[in-house]
C-alpha cells in the first residue's frame, strides 16, 4: 500500500528504495557503512545489527546518494537518519532500535532467542571505587553508565536510571549498560592511575582486540622472507610512494578499503607511512574493525632506507 506521503515521491525514486527495501529481510538505511560509519547514530545502529547477525543484513550508504538521502525521509515519513526496515516494515530510528534490542524486542523479531540478560562480573580497584564515590557525592540520585561501542571505545556518564539497563555491583558501586555494552565488558578492570600526563580512569577490556603491535623493518623482512602470510598496507600519499616505492606493499586506496571490509579477520596486516606515525591511527582503526592480529612499521619507511 501506498502512503500519502510516498505519493510526493518521483515514481522512479520511489522504484528504486522499493526494491532497496525488498532486496533484503533486514535493510538499514545509514551514513557510511557499517564498516565504516560517518555518524556515531549509524555506528551505534549498525553496531546492534553487527552484533546479532554477523553482517547479514542490508546497508545503504545515504551520503553516496542525495535522492536516497531525502527521499528515505519521505518514504517512511520518517524525518532522520539511520532507518532500519525488517522484512519491509519501518522500525525507526536509533532510539527506538536500541529500546527493542535492550528489551529483546528485536531478537524476536529477528527470529533469534532472547538475549542474556546476566550482569557481568566486573573488578572496581579501591582507589579507583573511591574517585568515582567522591564524583557521585555531587550528583545525588544519579547513576555511573558505562558504554561499550562496537569499536571498543568506551565511555563514563553519570545520569538517571532509565530502566532498561544491565545493572551490576563492583566495590559497592552500581554500574548500569546497555545490553551490548555489558556482553562486552565481562571481566572488565577498572582502575585509577596518576602519570606525568595526570591522573584518571584505567580501563582493562578483556575482550576487546588485541593492542597494535609495533614490528621493525627487520621483523617485516623475515616474515616475507619465510613467505608468512601478510598484508602490508602503505598508507603514504602518491607523491612519497612514488618517491620511495615499495613492491611488496599495497597502497590503501579505495579498492583495498573495500576489500579489508569483507577480509579475513585473521590476516595479519602490517601498516606502514614515512615515520611510523599516521600509520599507527590507520592502525588502530583497522584493530578496532575487529582484525586480530594488527602491526605499525616502527619509524616507517626511513628506517627501511637507513
Not at 535493510?27 to 557503512?33: A, I
Not at 527506538?96 to 572496581?124: C, Q, S, V, W, Y
Amino acid at each position: 500500500m501506498t502512503s500519502v506521503s510516498q505519493e510526493r515521491l518521483d515514481p522512479a525514486l520511489k522504484e528504486r528504495i522499493d526494491q532497496q527495501i525488498a532486496s533484503h529481510d533486514v535493510v538499514l538505511y545509514m551514513k557510511g557503512t557499517p564498516k565504516m560509519p560517518q555518524c556515531g547514530f549509524s555506528a551505534k545502529t549498525a553496531g546492534m545489527l553487527d552484533s546479532l547477525l554477523g553482517g547479514n543484513f542490508a546497508a545503504f550508504n545515504v551520503l553516496e546518494d542525495e535522492a536516497i538521502r531525502e527521499g528515505i525521509k519521505v518514504y517512511g515519513n520518517w524525518p532522520t537518519i539511520p532507518q532500519l526496515y525488517v522484512k519491509g516494515e519501518l522500525l525507526g530510528g536509533c532510539d527506538i532500535i536500541t529500546e527493542m534490542f535492550n528489551a529483546g524486542e528485536l531478537h524476536e523479531m529477528l527470529g533469534l532467542e532472547k538475549p542474556d540478560r546476566t550482569p557481568p562480573e566486573m573488578e572496581i580497584s579501591e582507589k579507583a571505587a573511591a574517585k568515582i564515590r567522591e564524583f557521585l557525592a555531587g550528583y545525588p540520585g544519579q547513576f555511573l553508565h558505562f558504554s561499550i561501542a562496537s569499536d571498543w571505545d568506551a565511555n563514563f556518564n553519570i545520569g538517571p536510571r532509565e530502566g532498561h539497563e544491565i545493572a551490576t555491583e563492583a566495590a559497592g558501586i552500581t554500574i548500569l549498560m546497555d545490553l551490548a555494552s555489558a556482553q562486552r565488558a565481562k571481566g572488565a578492570k577498572i582502575d585509577w592511575v596518576e602519570t606525568v600526563q595526570g591522573e584518571g580512569l584505567k580501563l582493562d577490556l578483556p575482550g576487546a582486540p588485541p593492542p597494535v603491535r609495533q614490528m621493525s623493518p627487520a621483523e617485516l623482512q623475515q616474515k616475507m622472507n619465510a613467505g608468512e602470510r601478510v598484508l602490508v598496507v602503505d598508507t603514504r600519499s602518491e607523491a612519497d610512494r612514488k618517491a620511495h616505492p615499495l613492491e611488496f606493499a599495497r597502497a590503501l586506496d579505495a579498492g583495498l578499503m573495500a576489500e579489508l571490509k569483507e577480509a579475513d579477520p585473521n590476516l595479519p596486516l602490517v601498516f606502514l607511512c614515512n615515520v611510523g606515525v599516521s600509520s599507527q591511527a590507520v592502525a588502530e582503526h583497522y584493530r578496532k574493525q575487529g582484525f586480530a592480529e594488527v602491526y605499525n612499521l616502527e619509524g616507517g619507511v626511513q628506517a627501511m632506507l637507513n
